[in-house]
Each structure stands twice: as structure tokens, then as C-alpha cells.
């Protein structure tokens, strides 16, 4: 079992949509977790981080936490053609100086 | 600013060749970290460093080393290049070890092993 899950997609939703990406994990010990966006041929870019959980919004983004089931969630207001990406959820495994990627979930959003 | 910047972009090397990727990090920062990225996976972390001292590996062969030199800029090296080791090399920088909210990564370097 992957410690980190995430439905690799693709997604395609028509511009204007709420658009809601999701990870699971299997680690209790994690504390941060985050959001990365990928666009092609470039490195990933932090979206979003969140301590242990809640919520946490920022502009049309907002991120969620669930420790409880281990869940984490990204939800995408009003979404535009420029969001269209892969977007890795990502958790911080202070033990060992790392951070766990998932698979990432191909977004489109159509105009 | 510049951000992370990784040269080369890309490359093509013969099995059993050896490679070396070069990683300059955001002024300031004083920590590198690496990740391989095989196509249609999340990246997966090979090693940080900070202040030039190993803080974590991960779970690669002994074929993969890396260092950190005084101006913390870094190198990755790989030897005796297999097939799967054709992936998107990212390195990434952050003011010291994890500082999860100030993780840069640079666009990588894309290494072909024909």
C-alpha cells in the first residue's frame, strides 16, 4: 500500500466549474501537508500548505484537512482554462527530511 | 530574483554511462533537496542536504550520490545509468531542512538513458 493515494484522473470539467481533488494517507504521524501544481515541462509549484487539521482558503483555492480519516481535499472555485494541470497532494515526513508526493491528477478545464 | 535554476535541461546518455546534474539553489537558501519524477507518477525524493551535511536519503541504489558545496549549490550523480532511471530530475531549495512552506523547485533536468 502507497503511503500516499490519488486518483490519477484525467479530469475535465467546463470552465466555471468547483472542481474537488483529493488524497488519502495511511501515515497518522503527518503533520504539514500540501498542494502543488505542475504545469508540463516544469517543476512543481506550492499552491497551498496546511499544519494538522482544518481548512484554509486562499482566494479561489481552499485546502482541507481531515486527520481523522486521512483524508485531504482541494477545492478549486470558479475554475479558469489557465488551471488546467496536474496537481500533487504532498505530506511532510519530518522523520526522515522528505516530502511524499502522490500520483498527482491531471486537470483540464475546458473554455 | 533567479529561482532554482538546473542545467541541463535535458540530456540523452547510453546504459552504463554516468551522469552528473547540477543544481543552484535561491540566494539564501541553504538547503537542496532531489527528487526523480518518472513520467505520470508524483516526484520521489532521493536526498537533502543541508549546510553541505546529508540530512535524509531515500530509498534509491547506491548508484545515486549527491554533495553540497560552501556555496550550497549542488551535484547529483548517477552511475551505471539503467533504463529506468529516464525521468524528470527536480531539485529544490528552501532556507533551511523542513521548511515545507518555503520549498522552491526548479523545472529539472530531463535525463533519457537509451
Known amino acids: 500500500q502507497k503511503e500516499v493515494e490519488q486518483d490519477p484522473g484525467p479530469l475535465s470539467v467546463p470552465e466555471g466549474a468547483i472542481v474537488s481533488l483529493n488524497c488519502t494517507y495511511s501515515n497518522s504521524a503527518f503533520q504539514y501537508f500540501m498542494w502543488y501544481r505542475q504545469y508540463s515541462r516544469k517543476g512543481p509549484e506550492l499552491l497551498m500548505y496546511t499544519y494538522s487539521s482544518g481548512n484554509k482558503e486562499d482566494g479561489r483555492f481552499t485546502a482541507q484537512v481531515d486527520k481523522s480519516s486521512k483524508y485531504i481535499s482541494l477545492f478549486i472555485r470558479d475554475s479558469q482554462p489557465s488551471d488546467s494541470a496536474t496537481y500533487l497532494c504532498?505530506?511532510?515526513?519530518?522523520?526522515?527530511?522528505?516530502?511524499?508526493f502522490g500520483s498527482g491528477t491531471r486537470l483540464s478545464i475546458r473554455p | 530574483d533567479a529561482g532554482v535554476t538546473q542545467s541541463p535541461t535535458h540530456l540523452i546518455k547510453t546504459r552504463g554511462q554516468q551522469v552528473t546534474l547540477r543544481c543552484s539553489p535561491i540566494s539564501g537558501h541553504k538547503s537542496v533537496s532531489w527528487y526523480q519524477q518518472v513520467l505520470g507518477q508524483g516526484p520521489q525524493f532521493i536526498f537533502q542536504y543541508y549546510e553541505k551535511e546529508e540530512r535524509g536519503r531515500g530509498n534509491f541504489p547506491d548508484r545515486f550520490s549527491a554533495r553540497q558545496f560552501p556555496n550550497y549549490s549542488s551535484e547529483l550523480n548517477v552511475n551505471a545509468l539503467l533504463l529506468g532511471d529516464s525521468a524528470l530530475y527536480l531539485c529544490?531549495?528552501?532556507?533551511?531542512?523542513?521548511?515545507?512552506?518555503?520549498?522552491?523547485f526548479g523545472s529539472g533536468t530531463r535525463l533519457t538513458v537509451v
Open positions: 529544490a531549495s528552501s532556507p533551511q531542512a523542513g521548511a515545507v512552506n518555503g520549498y522552491t
Open positions: 504532498a505530506m511532510e515526513d519530518s522523520s526522515a527530511s522528505k516530502i511524499i
